[in-house]
């Protein structure tokens, strides 16, 4: 079993920034495939970017050139840079991984935008 734990989540303000963090206590993201999601108040959940084992990136058009996401193997971490933060991008982001087929959820991470 494949455990993620999303941290970094927090309130910001419009024009500012937050890097969003995702783990796998006693495992590892070689293999697979990560991807960031997140959930607003009424609305289901969509997804925001995403990184293959290889480190080729992609985004939903709404973040790109505001959004980063990356990994760093040697720590085992996924992150989310998210800058220039507007009030539509505040939702609980949750961190995906997929492997064989299999796919892992974490339990997210509230992420509220406001002034």
């Known amino acids: 079993q494949v455990q993620l734990v999303e941290s970094g989540g927090g309130l910001a303000q419009p024009g500012g920034s937050l890097r969003l963090s995702c783990t796998t206590p006693?495992?590892?993201?070689?293999?697979?495939?990560a991807a960031w999601y997140r959930k607003a108040p009424g609305s289901q959940r969509e997804w925001v970017a995403s990184?293959?084992?290889?480190?080729?990136?992609a985004y939903v058009d709404f973040v790109k050139g505001r959004f980063i996401i990356s990994k760093d193997n040697a720590k085992n971490i996924i992150y989310l840079q998210m800058n220039n933060l507007i009030p539509e991008d505040t939702a609980i982001y949750y961190c995906?991984?997929?492997?064989?087929?299999?796919?892992?959820w974490g339990q997210g991470t509230q992420v509220t935008v406001s002034s």
């Open positions: 995906k991984f997929t492997r064989l087929n299999r796919e892992y």
């Open positions: 990184i293959t084992s290889g480190g080729a990136t």
């Open positions: 006693g495992n590892n993201f070689y293999s697979g495939a």
